[in-house]
Structures are given as C-alpha cells and as structure tokens.
C-alpha cells in the first residue's frame, strides 16, 4: 500500500509517495500540484491520498531548499532499484553541501569507474531529488549538465548551498 501528499513550499509543490518501507518518490517544486504528481502519477493512481502522512517533510524541503544542510534523514524506499543505481545515489549522497563531483567521481565511489554514463543515467532517475543531492554532479569540465529541474534549478540549488556555507 501507497501514500501520497503534496506539500506547497515557496518553490511550488512538492510531490511525495510513500510506503510502510519509507518514502518511495518525491519530486522537484512544480507550480501546480497536477504537475507535482505527474512523475508517479502511475503509482498514485493505487495509492490514498494522505495529508499530513508526510508533513514533516516540508520543513526538511524548506531547509534543502535554502541550501541549509538536512535536519532529518527519511528512510527511502529502494524496492525495484538496480544495484547500480542504489550504488550510485548512496555516493551521491555522500558529496558535502556546496560541493560538486563529477558522474566519473561518482561512477568510481559507486564501484565502476568506467560507468560514468551508467552513474548520469543513476542521476536521472534519482526518485529522491533534494535528498539525494544529484545537483551536485556535474560534468567533468566543471560544468552544470542535465538536471530535470532544469540548469536554472540546479545552479539555484548549489548557489543556495555555497551562500549558506
């Protein structure tokens, strides 16, 4: 059995999904909540709207947001999710506020240095966006690549980070 809610944080909405393992996805702030819950539209569709299952993520959404570090540490749901790509997220997790890493560095911390394509593809499907800091890899010039929130979102969310440090 699923959960869902929708936080409203000064970003937009927040989709959030869970189960009694912990939280399964969640989503970048999205202006309407029909855009919130487009990503896990499918698994929503069995899951019972709950409000104020979740509650308590909002103040951690808030703190990411503002490029604060994390107050809490949800447990996250990793049912399904390739050993690779758990690997991946783990070491994304690991990359300090403010900082960024390249996908080779984070290919490498996950066990395959020669996976970087394999760790953007780890990134991209990040179901745990804010949590699992995937806007903190980058491409190996340095430079800001792919974020589906968009490169606005990511560089606003490292700016944030670095401002804060």
């Known amino acids: 059995m699923y959960w869902y809610d929708l936080l409203q944080t000064k970003h937009g909405w927040i989709g959030v999904l ?9 989503t970048l702030p999205a202006s309407t909540t029909k855009a919130a819950i487009e990503p896990f539209a499918n698994e929503a569709e069995n899951a019972a709207f709950s409000p104020n299952s979740w509650h308590f993520l909002k103040k951690l959404f808030e703190e990411l947001l503002r490029g604060e570090p994390a107050s809490t540490n949800p447990t ?24 960024t890493r390249s996908y080779k560095w984070l290919a490498t911390a996950a066990g395959n240095a020669s996976a970087a394509r394999a760790a953007g593809q780890a990134m991209a499907r990040n179901r745990f966006p804010l ?14 690549h792919g974020y589906g929130g968009g490169l606005s979102m990511k560089a606003m969310l490292l700016s944030a980070e670095r401002t804060h440090l």
């Not at 869970?18 to 969640?26: D, E, N, Q």
């Not at 390739?82 to 994304?92: D, G, L, M, Q, S």
């Not at 949590?131 to 800001?144: D, E, F, K, M, T």
């Open 18 to 26: 869970g189960s009694s393992k912990g939280l399964r996805r969640i």
């Open 131 to 144: 949590i699992i800091p995937c806007h903190r890899v980058v491409a190996s010039s340095g430079n800001l």
């Open 76 to 99: 996250l749901d990793y049912q399904g999710v390739p050993f690779f790509t758990k690997a991946a997220w783990e070491a994304c997790r690991t990359i300090p506020l403010g900082e």
